[in-house]
Structure formats: C-alpha cells, structure tokens
C-alpha cells in the first residue's frame, strides 16, 4: 500500500513538473510609436536686451549710467504699453576691465584701426522685455536700441503652451492607435487593451528670430513664423485573435 501511494505521489509530481499548455502564455503585445505636431501661430514675443554701461575711474558712475539708462528705457517701453511685470532683469554684474597701453601707430601709411572696447568699470544689465503684442517686437528692439542696449535675440512662443502640448499628445496617440490597428489587422489579430503608454517627447514649442539688431531709420519690422508643437509616444498594446 505504501508503494501504491508513493507512486502516485511521484505522477503528481512529474505531471506538475510539466510546462503550462499555450493557452496560459503570456498575452500577444504590439508597441508602436506615434507622433503628433500642431502648428500655431505665436501669441508671445520675449526680446532679450542687455544694458552695458562704463567708466574708468568709478562703478557707482558705471552703476550710475546704467540705471539712467534702464529708467529711460522703461519709460519708453511704457509708452510703448509694455507692464513693468513684463520688464525682468535676469542678471546684473559690475567688473573692472583694465586699460592696456595705447597701439603704437606707424608714422606712415594707413591708420591701424583699434578695436572697439569698453574698460574701466563695466556694468551690464541683462533683461527679457515681453512685447503687449507679437507684432510690437520690433519696436520693443528700437526702444532698446535708442539708448544704446544691445538686443541679443527675440524668442517667440505660446502664452498658453501646456494647451499645444496637449494637443499634441493627443495627436500623438490618436497616430499610434492608427498603426496599432493597421499592424493588427494585417496579422489577422485584434487590439484588445492597452499595456503601456510612455510619453518620450513634449517640447516647448519656442521659434528665435535673428539675433543681430542694427540701427536703423525705420521702424524694426520682425514677422515671425508659425511654431510647430510637437510630441511623440510609445504605445505597447494588447492583441487577441
């Protein structure tokens, strides 16, 4: 009797031992990847502007300059409709830059052009001037240019940005529920869930404009081109017979 059971025992084992049939595998997956792009015209214009001032003997005077200079472009941007919560200065720095000695010139020929360059003590302001309108860009530069800033770059972009990105993604994954479908049919399957959703891309849709500003008598005009917001997904899903 105990050999009966211990050979039973033994059956059970190796029948457990068994691999499972193919109905118990693990579920048919498809991953695909989906882009969306929308396009959108800017509604926001950033000029970036750096107030650079100096003298050579003293930086309250350099400091001085610089602040002059500022209120007198905020005065004009003002008149310009730009809100003083739209004027932000990102940095702000002194430092002394040391004359050299003069270049000797030849006593003939033609005069050696001596590079233009700012010592003594040199104070620099660095602001973003947000124009009331996109296409106010261009007077924004010729305020800042008629008090002798340079203008580094104008950025344009969306005020309300998380609205295009979300689109985006939407299209995004509306292209890969496309060829999921398309990829199943032609296997002869079905999509029968969704496994994962992995988001690998949702940029900030930002377009810059040419960065060099020259004086000029007439009016700056800057027309900036539609932005593209764009946005990509790896979808993995579920496929049944």
Same mark, same amino acid.
């Given at each position: 009797?105990?050999?009966?059971?211990?050979?039973?025992?033994?059956?059970?084992?190796?029948?457990?031992?068994?691999?499972?049939?193919?109905?118990?595998?693990?579920?048919?997956?498809?991953?695909? $990847?989906?882009?969306?792009?929308?396009?959108?015209?800017?509604? /926001?214009?950033?000029?970036?502007?750096?107030?650079?001032?100096?003298? @050579?003997?003293?930086?309250?005077?350099?400091?001085?300059?610089?602040?002059?200079?500022?209120?007198?472009?905020?005065?004009?941007?003002?008149?310009?409709?730009?809100?003083? @919560?739209?004027?932000?200065?990102?940095?702000?720095?002194?430092?002394?830059?040391?004359?050299?000695?003069?270049?000797?010139?030849?006593?003939?020929?033609?005069?050696?052009?001596?590079?233009?360059?700012?010592?003594?003590?040199?104070?620099?302001? $660095?602001?973003?001037?947000?124009?009331?309108?996109?296409? &106010?860009?261009?007077?924004?530069?010729?305020? &800042?240019?008629?008090?002798?800033?340079?203008?580094?770059?104008?950025?344009?972009?969306? &005020?309300?940005?998380?609205?295009?990105? /979300?689109?985006?993604?939407?299209?995004?994954?509306?292209? &890969?529920?496309?060829?999921?479908? $398309?990829?199943?049919?032609?296997?002869?399957?079905?999509?029968?869930?969704?496994?994962?959703?992995?988001?690998?891309?949702?940029?900030?849709?930002?377009?810059?404009?040419?960065?060099?500003?020259?004086?000029?008598?007439?009016?700056?005009?800057?027309?900036?081109?539609?932005?593209?917001?764009?946005?990509?997904?790896?979808?993995?899903?579920?496929?049944?017979?």
């Amino acid at each position: 009797m105990k050999h009966a059971t211990l050979a039973v025992c033994l059956v059970a084992l190796a029948l457990g031992a068994l691999p499972h049939p193919a109905s118990a595998a693990d579920p048919t997956t498809l991953t695909v $990847s989906g882009a969306g792009v929308i396009t959108k015209a800017p509604d /926001s214009a950033i000029v970036d502007v750096v107030v650079v001032t100096n003298d @050579d003997g003293s930086a309250a005077k350099a400091t001085g300059q610089n602040n002059a200079a500022f209120n007198t472009l905020r005065d004009r941007l003002r008149a310009l409709g730009v809100r003083d @919560d739209a004027i932000r200065t990102t940095s702000f720095s002194v430092r002394y830059v040391p004359r050299p000695p003069q270049l000797r010139q030849p006593l003939s020929g033609p005069v050696i052009p001596v590079p233009a360059q700012r010592y003594g003590y040199i104070a620099s302001r $660095s602001l973003t001037v947000t124009a009331p309108q996109v296409d &106010a860009a261009g007077r924004v530069v010729d305020a &800042a240019v008629a008090v002798g800033a340079n203008v580094n770059g104008i950025r344009f972009a969306l &005020a309300d940005q998380r609205a295009a990105v /979300s689109a985006a993604l939407a299209a995004a994954v509306a292209d &890969a529920q496309l060829q999921a479908e $398309s990829v199943a049919q032609a296997a002869h399957l079905h999509i029968a869930g969704i496994k994962s959703i992995d988001v690998s891309g949702a940029p900030s849709p930002v377009a810059f404009a040419a960065r060099d500003m020259a004086l000029a008598a007439t009016p700056t005009e800057i027309a900036p081109a539609p932005l593209d917001v764009r946005a990509s997904v790896s979808v993995t899903y579920y496929a049944a017979p």
